[in-house]
């Protein structure tokens, strides 16, 4: 599985942007898709999943200002964030897994960047 990240930009602070990740594969056998975040500095972490029975999981910091949503149709994931603020600001990664058997697969896509100025 390949996943594309797109959606990047600048942005002011209070404005929104909406990141999407295609994949290459059928999303339909993915157990969880989502996005990860890196600033300047440190270390990647969590934004948003989302389970296969859409189950969805937010970092605290983005909680109800993001959106994950989950289209099995398109084999997409997109995330859209709103009220951005400059702390926002990082490579965004698309990540997700499979399992097969007791193995987990992992997979990432090209970070998209996000600059959220003040």
């Known amino acids: 599985v390949q996943l594309q990240a797109s959606g990047g930009g600048l942005v002011r602070a209070g404005g929104s942007l909406t990141l999407s990740c295609k994949a290459s594969?059928?999303?339909?056998?993915?157990?969880?898709v989502g996005w990860y975040r890196q600033a300047p500095g440190k270390q990647r972490e969590l934004v948003a999943t989302?389970?296969?029975?859409?189950?969805?999981n937010y970092a605290d910091s983005v909680k109800d200002r993001f959106i994950i949503s989950r289209d099995n149709a398109r084999n997409t994931v997109n995330l859209q964030m709103s009220s951005l603020k400059p702390e926002d600001t990082a490579v965004y990664y698309c990540?997700?897994?499979?399992?097969?058997?007791?193995?987990?697969?992992?997979?990432w896509g090209q970070g998209t960047l996000v600059t959220v100025s003040s």
């Open positions: 990540h997700a897994e499979s399992i097969g058997g007791t193995i987990v697969y992992e997979y």
């Open positions: 594969g059928s999303l339909f056998n993915l157990v969880v």
């Open positions: 989302v389970s296969k029975s859409f189950n969805t």
